[in-house]
């Protein structure tokens, strides 16, 4: 499983960066996406990034605020997030790709317990 850290409570135009990372895994032959879940909503995508960091992804919502990297020598994949909104309040998960469209969570595995990000307004 992945572990995704870094969250914590912040203000509306804060910043934060979490960082997916694997223990018993090589992340750097996968893409790796983050997904988001706030209480009573289902899990929604919010960025993915190739093995090699050529390609990245970004939900509308997020684009333009949020940058997704990885270091593969650290095994380690960020979600670097700024100009946070109350909106962005969820769980933070990471997870590998194996099959199909990356949008959405049913092509991946590896699903660590997440992260808690909380922006107050």
């Known amino acids: 499983q992945l572990q995704a850290c870094g969250g914590g409570l912040v203000q509306a135009g804060d910043s934060l960066r979490l960082s997916c990372a694997a223990s018993?895994?090589?992340?750097?032959?996968?893409?790796v996406g983050w997904f988001r879940q706030a209480p009573g909503q289902e899990r929604e995508f919010v960025a993915a990034?190739?093995?090699?960091?050529?390609?990245?992804y970004y939900a509308d919502s997020v684009k333009g605020r949020f940058t997704i990297s990885r270091d593969n020598a650290k095994n380690t994949v960020y979600l670097q997030m700024d100009s946070l909104k109350p909106e962005d309040t969820a769980v933070y998960y990471c997870?590998?790709?194996?099959?199909?469209?990356?949008?959405?969570?049913?092509?991946?595995?590896?699903w660590g317990q997440g992260t808690q990000v909380t922006v107050s307004s």
């Open positions: 997870a590998l790709h194996y099959t199909g469209s990356v949008y959405y969570p049913n092509g991946y595995n590896g």
């Open positions: 018993e895994r090589t992340l750097s032959s996968y893409t």
């Open positions: 990034i190739s093995w090699s960091g050529g390609s990245t």
